[in-house]
């Protein structure tokens, strides 16, 4: 006995049948890297050293603490490039859209709404995001929302997205392209991407989109992408522990 094949109408209605599902987190992964201090050290050596700079590869980049710190100090940037680390991302649309603004040193690939259909996963804000915007541009905070606030950004954003993704899907059933009935859906879904960088290019990143103790200049990012470039953070932190600590010796300041 064969197996029947799936029939075209069976897999729209299927699409259909999904039912939305709702996150407050992120995803982030390093799938795939070429990043360590050594890399820092040889690309630096070779003004000195020429061919011998070679020899840091079998090293102990220890020994060349200082090196990192000076070259991260005196900002000079370059021998910071020379290694790559490559990032799969599940985050809001939004997110990926301030993500973009970043374009030296980085590569990105997401998800096309015009040749897959896009999945019903949606952003939700849990109960520790902050709600409530104070004060004017420029010069603002966000405080605790009350229960009550929290409630209606639920509440309003799942029936919000719901009524999307039912248009959504209704345009696909009666034959109209993904790339046209895409329109409808909010920057609140949940998109996927590869984002390749170097560490160079990860420090900027990280000095504008992360508040931290240690920053000499003060960022404030978006929460959303605060998430995503904390992950990516702990994730660069394990692969360079020096140019890391360098980083943050140095008032996390892209050289």
């Known amino acids: 006995m064969t197996d029947t094949p799936t029939e075209p109408a069976q897999d729209a209605q299927d699409a259909r049948d999904l039912k939305p599902a709702f996150r407050s987190d992120v995803t982030v992964e390093l799938v795939k890297h070429s990043a360590a201090d050594t890399d820092v050290l040889w690309a630096a050596r ?25 070259l991260m100090r005196d900002r000079h940037g370059s021998p ?13 649309i939004f997110v990926f859209r301030e993500f973009m603004r970043h374009r030296v040193g980085w590569s990105y690939n997401e998800e096309s709404g015009r040749y897959r259909e896009l999945q019903p996963v949606f952003y939700v804000p849990g109960e520790t995001r902050k709600l409530v915007q104070e004060g004017r541009p420029g010069k603002y905070v966000f405080v605790e929302g009350t229960a009550e606030q929290h409630a209606l950004t639920t509440r309003a954003m799942e029936d919000s997205y719901r009524q999307a993704y039912e248009a959504y899907q209704e345009m696909l059933a009666a034959g109209v392209a993904r790339e046209v009935a895409r329109a409808v859906l909010p920057v609140g879904l949940f998109s996927s991407m590869y984002a390749t960088c170097n560490a160079r290019s990860l420090m900027h990143f990280l000095g504008l989109r992360t508040q931290h103790e240690l920053a000499k200049v003060p960022s404030f ?35």
């Open 80 to 92: 910071f490039e020379h290694n790559s680390m490559t990032f799969f991302i599940s985050a809001p």
């Open 221 to 255: 990012p978006q929460r959303e992408i605060e998430m995503v470039a904390e992950k990516m953070e702990a994730e660069w932190a394990k692969l360079m522990p020096l140019t890391y600590e360098a980083f943050n010796k140095n008032g996390r300041v892209a050289p």
């Open 46 to 70: 070779v003004s000195t050293a020429g061919e011998q700079s070679l020899e840091e590869i079998t090293k102990d980049p220890e020994r060349s603490k200082g090196l990192i710190n000076y």
